[in-house]
């Protein structure tokens, strides 16, 4: 299993930035994705989910309406959309897959919100 992010970056306040996680090596398609974030000398917290079948989607509340989750199964990629972006946002952010009940984590990409 391999996850490798991008799309992170530096933005002002209020502005918007899309994450990729290209996924290979398992069915990508029969399987729950999520995104995690770790900011300095915090816990890594989830941020968002998606299912395989049905596509439902779950986040935390202190995204919730300002970040969508999305999956493109002919793509085995899945994306995070952060609009309205906070300080409070920078962080490092993760994909996982849970797969076969073991956890896979790309490396990570840097997101950092500053004006």
């Known amino acids: 299993v391999q996850l490798v992010e991008s799309g992170g970056g530096l933005v002002q306040p209020g502005g918007s930035l899309r994450l990729s996680c290209a996924a290979s090596?398992?069915?990508?398609?029969?399987?729950?994705m999520s995104w995690y974030r770790q900011a300095p000398g915090k816990e890594r917290e989830l941020v968002a989910g998606i299912g395989s079948a049905d596509g439902s989607t779950f986040y935390a509340s202190s995204v919730k309406g300002r970040f969508t989750i999305s999956r493109d199964n002919a793509k085995n990629t899945v994306y995070l959309q952060m609009n309205s972006l906070k300080p409070e946002d920078t962080a490092v952010y993760y994909c996982n897959a849970n797969v076969i009940l073991l956890d896979y984590w790309g490396q990570g990409t840097q997101v950092t919100v500053s004006s």
């Open positions: 090596g398992f069915t990508f398609s029969r399987y729950a």
